[in-house]
């Protein structure tokens, strides 16, 4: 069978089902905007939009169109291959920027999955959801338009399919009847735990391994959006009760998600600044973004691993830590919840509160016996809903036939 895989910073979501796809015998390419190929053996295609949007468009319009230019940029491409030779019987695009837009136009014959990671709201989501960002004027309009490429490409689509039951939600009822919800998968197969980790911080020359206090957090870009700023917050008071405690904290200092802060500060140095002469900075550590294997030792040996988000996408580096057999703190949010039973595979905060957030990492770092049967729930979680040889695989490969 030939698959087609969309996505416009490729692997993203697929990096798990891309290699399985060709490893089951599948003729397997990548179309996104990249221009290098990132997965041996997985026959990569560029395609790169011919102009940007129009100056004087009006402003709620900028993503649309944006997602129509890009839309006819992959639309081409495909119609290129096809003059090839190259035809796919199924097609697997995120729909977020538009490239799953016209696929049923230049293949009305082929199969059509849609990963549908989001559908805007202005209530339940992470619009309005921390009053410390109110919500910009005219947020509900703004959205609605937002969400016409997205309806639209799901529409268009023979199956969507999104990561979890949270997210389905979000969709309206007529677009949630076409979703399936499959997660991208962790391979816990790999991400297992290891009593022997360790890792090194070159610049403050230390070794951390298991048993030493280590709390960690971290993001693809430290925001609000994400909870640095609640994270922030409970450190004075972490550190000060636990003066063998070392924080790890690992992310950029770009936006990811939401409008960047007001000023020439970043998020990183606007929350730091709140606090920093409350903390010891020697036992603050901020090592940006990391190696993927030297992110995954130091979820080994993290003695207490902060997630804290708004209601939004989940991240990749939950459901790692606690296949990785991490002790997790998160935010009682949406869709932490869906993973996390509080006291019974990790603990559950109220996001708003550094103060309890701080209580239960203090808790942990001082009698981590007690909280061992939560790493073992943590990863036996991970391994029965979330792995990506038993769970997900299964569940693609017969939504890909079906």
């Excluded at 925001?223 to 690992?250: C, K, N, S, T, W």
């Excluded at 010891?280 to 691993?305: G, I, K």
């Excluded at 939004?312 to 997790?328: H, P």
């Amino acid at each position: 069978m030939k698959v087609l895989l969309v996505h416009q910073n490729f692997p993203g979501q697929f990096r798990g089902l891309a290699p399985a796809l060709q490893q089951a015998g599948h003729d397997v390419r990548a179309l996104s905007v990249r221009k290098e190929s990132v997965i041996a053996g997985v026959h990569h295609v560029s395609y790169q939009p011919e102009r940007s949007s129009s100056p004087q468009i009006h402003p709620w319009l900028l993503n649309t169109e944006t997602a129509v230019i890009r839309g006819q940029a992959a639309a081409d491409m495909v119609q290129r291959q096809a003059a090839q030779g190259w035809t796919p019987d199924v097609v697997l695009g995120h729909t977020g920027w538009g490239e799953m837009l016209f696929m049923r136009q230049v293949l009305p014959h082929a199969r059509l999955l849609g990963f549908s990671e989001m559908y805007y709201r202005d209530q339940g989501g992470d619009v309005g959801f921390d009053p410390e960002f109110p919500t910009p004027p005219l947020s509900a309009q703004r959205l609605q338009v937002r969400n016409m490429h997205l309806a639209s490409s799901l529409l268009a689509c023979d199956v969507g399919i999104t990561p979890t039951q949270w997210q389905a939600e979000g969709f309206p009822s007529a677009l949630r009847e076409r979703l399936r919800v499959i997660h991208d998968g962790i391979r816990t197969d790999l991400l297992t735990p290891d009593p022997s980790a360790w890792v090194s911080l070159n610049r403050a020359g230390l070794v951390l391994r298991q048993g030493d206090e280590v709390v960690t957090f971290v993001n693809r870009n430290l925001e609000p959006m994400r909870g640095y700023h609640q994270f922030m917050r409970a450190l004075p008071d972490i550190l000060r009760r636990r003066p063998q405690a070392r924080v790890v904290i690992v992310g950029g200092d770009e936006v990811s998600y939401g409008a960047a802060p007001p000023g020439s500060k970043g998020f990183k140095q606007l929350f730091l600044d709140e606090v920093k002469d409350h903390l010891d900075m020697s036992r603050v550590h901020f090592v940006s973004r990391v190696p993927y294997n030297t992110l995954m030792a130091l979820l080994r040996v993290s003695s207490a691993h902060v997630y804290l988000t708004v209601p939004f996408v989940l991240s990749w580096s939950l459901l790692e830590a606690m296949s990785l057999g991490a002790l997790v703190i998160g935010s009682d949010t949406a869709p932490v919840r869906e993973v996390i039973t509080d006291g019974q595979n990790g603990l559950l905060v109220d996001f708003f509160k550094p103060a309890q957030l701080a209580d239960r990492v203090c808790d942990v770092l001082a009698d981590p016996g007690a909280f061992q049967h939560l790493r073992q729930s943590a990863r036996q979680t991970v391994v029965d809903r979330y792995d990506f040889q038993s769970v997900s695989w299964p569940a693609y490969q017969k939504i890909l036939t079906a």
